[in-house]
């Protein structure tokens, strides 16, 4: 039975996983020994023993979800805790939470720092994937069926935005819509769900007005950061300066790139070249080759997901599965976007490559459920059967 277990799991998504992540630390260690040094005095393996750490961790949390029944979420008991930890976690967040950036986003516990809106994006996705895989006998009735798990994200959207940090939330937002589209919706249902949306966005806009912080969300500065994408050599010393920064360094790698640890950008030049901008870091040292193995290993692991949600007749899995390579997707697209120049800065870091305890870890936990959701499938498919004699 075990040996059956073991020979049903994808080992190509598995291998792709790590191969990115280990790939990742290096960049992270070559990207970041010099902020080690300027900003913090201390050794220039300063971020990289950190981040080991946290790939040690979502290594085992890995291995832990990969074996775990994902099924075991379904039950209406797990989708009660997962509702009461997010919301409770946000709330506490936000009148206990750590400052940093300008964002009170951060739990201080010893001399880690969790970052629960990280871990938020996977509960929105299994709470929503739990729920409407049990509302598919009546997914045209909009008020029973699709509005109870959008008041969820709501409240999710809205928590994450009082921080302020929009691009989690953005990105919530966005793989929720996903996930509702594919989870069989009506078009009348959807036209409903337009205008709650509509409806939420207004009240989430009123939120912050009440509580003070639309003018934290909508300051100059994060305005500046919003707009310094489509002039950035207009206002090269404020907000143009990371992105123009990033150009050089994209410019300097060429094809072939200046040689691992070369970079010269990560010289103080560079604004968080270990997390947001990673990328700029991996281009000028390892050059175009250097992008297309990072952006090919994440295109292959979003669409081995895209795969295996096709694949599962169970309608959690689909959608959960769905929901996973959405968000490294979706995550994907905005860092890259804003690294080129063609989105706003928001702050959103690399899947599986980028600097971050909280987000590799939930990005393990993501892979380990979805690495198994295939394994659950091509077991049943294979040795299932019955078998000839």
Same mark, same amino acid.
């Given at each position: 039975?075990?040996?059956?277990?073991?020979?049903?799991?994808?080992?190509?998504?598995?291998?792709?996983?790590?191969?990115?992540?280990?790939?990742?630390?290096?960049?992270?260690?070559?990207?970041?020994?010099?902020?080690?040094?300027?900003?913090?005095?201390?050794?220039?393996?300063?971020?990289?023993?950190?981040? $080991?750490?946290?790939?040690?961790?979502?290594?085992?949390?890995?291995?832990?979800?990969?074996?775990?029944?994902?099924?075991?979420?379904?039950?209406?008991?797990?989708?009660?805790?997962?509702?009461?930890?997010?919301?409770?976690?946000?709330?506490?967040?936000?009148?206990?939470?750590?400052?940093?950036?300008?964002?009170?986003?951060?739990?201080?516990?010893?001399?880690?720092?969790?970052?629960?809106?990280?871990?938020?994006?996977?509960?929105?996705?299994?709470?929503?994937?739990?729920?409407?895989?049990?509302?598919?006998?009546?997914?045209?009735?909009?008020?029973?069926?699709?509005?109870?798990?959008?008041?969820?994200?709501?409240?999710?959207?809205?928590?994450?935005? +009082?921080?302020?940090?929009?691009?989690?939330?953005?990105?919530?937002?966005?793989?929720?819509?996903?996930?509702?589209?594919?989870?069989?919706?009506?078009?009348?249902?959807?036209?409903?769900?337009?205008?709650?949306?509509?409806?939420?966005?207004?009240?989430?806009?009123?939120?912050?007005?009440?509580?003070?912080?639309?003018?934290?969300?909508?300051?100059?500065?994060?305005?500046?950061?919003?707009?310094?994408?489509?002039?950035?050599?207009?206002?090269?010393?404020?907000?143009?300066?990371?992105?123009?920064?990033?150009?050089?360094?994209?410019?300097?790698?060429?094809?072939?790139?200046?040689?691992?640890?070369?970079?010269?950008?990560?010289?103080?030049?560079?604004?968080?070249?270990?997390?947001?901008?990673?990328?700029?870091?991996?281009?000028?040292?390892?050059?175009?080759?250097?992008?297309?193995?990072?952006?090919?290993?994440?295109?292959?692991?979003?669409?081995?997901?895209?795969?295996?949600?096709?694949?599962?007749?169970?309608?959690?899995?689909?959608?959960?599965?769905?929901?996973?390579?959405?968000?490294?997707?979706?995550?994907?697209?905005?860092?890259?976007?804003?690294?080129?120049? +063609?989105?706003?800065?928001?702050?959103?870091?690399?899947?599986?490559?980028?600097?971050?305890?909280?987000?590799?870890?939930?990005?393990?936990?993501?892979?380990?459920?979805?690495?198994?959701? $295939?394994?659950?499938?091509?077991?049943?498919?294979?040795?299932?059967?019955?078998?000839?004699?």
């Amino acid at each position: 039975m075990f040996i059956r277990i073991l020979k049903s799991y994808d080992y190509t998504l598995i291998a792709a996983i790590f191969l990115l992540s280990t790939f990742g630390l290096l960049m992270v260690y070559s990207s970041s020994m010099i902020t080690s040094i300027l900003r913090y005095d201390v050794t220039s393996s300063y971020f990289f023993k950190k981040q $080991s750490i946290s790939l040690l961790i979502g290594f085992i949390s890995f291995a832990a979800l990969s074996f775990f029944p994902y099924k075991i979420f379904l039950q209406k008991k797990m989708i009660k805790l997962l509702f009461y930890i997010s919301i409770g976690s946000l709330l506490f967040v936000m009148i206990f939470g750590h400052t940093a950036g300008n964002a009170q986003s951060w739990v201080k516990l010893g001399g880690a720092a969790i970052q629960p809106a990280e871990f938020a994006k996977m509960w929105v996705i299994i709470y929503l994937s739990a729920l409407l895989a049990k509302k598919q006998r009546y997914m045209d009735d909009f008020y029973n069926a699709i509005l109870p798990p959008v008041i969820f994200v709501v409240l999710i959207f809205i928590l994450i935005l +009082l921080q302020p940090d929009f691009g989690t939330a953005l990105i919530i937002l966005l793989n929720a819509a996903i996930i509702i589209l594919c989870s069989g919706i009506t078009l009348k249902s959807f036209i409903k769900l337009s205008a709650f949306t509509a409806m939420a966005v207004s009240i989430g806009l009123m939120l912050l007005f009440i509580t003070n912080k639309l003018a934290d969300v909508f300051s100059s500065e994060r305005i500046s950061r919003f707009t310094g994408f489509l002039d950035p050599f207009q206002n090269i010393a404020d907000s143009g300066y990371q992105l123009v920064s990033s150009y050089y360094a994209i410019n300097s790698g060429g094809m072939l790139g200046l040689g691992l640890g070369n970079s010269i950008q990560k010289y103080g030049y560079l604004p968080e070249s270990h997390t947001d901008f990673i990328m700029a870091v991996i281009s000028e040292e390892l050059g175009l080759f250097g992008v297309l193995f990072v952006i090919g290993l994440i295109a292959f692991i979003v669409l081995k997901g895209f795969a295996i949600s096709k694949a599962c007749p169970d309608p959690f899995g689909s959608l959960l599965a769905i929901g996973i390579s959405s968000m490294i997707g979706i995550q994907a697209i905005i860092n890259l976007g804003a690294v080129a120049g +063609l989105l706003p800065i928001t702050g959103v870091t690399l899947p599986f490559v980028s600097y971050g305890g909280s987000s590799l870890i939930l990005l393990f936990i993501s892979a380990g459920m979805l690495v198994n959701i $295939s394994m659950m499938n091509t077991f049943k498919q294979t040795y299932s059967k019955p078998q000839a004699i």
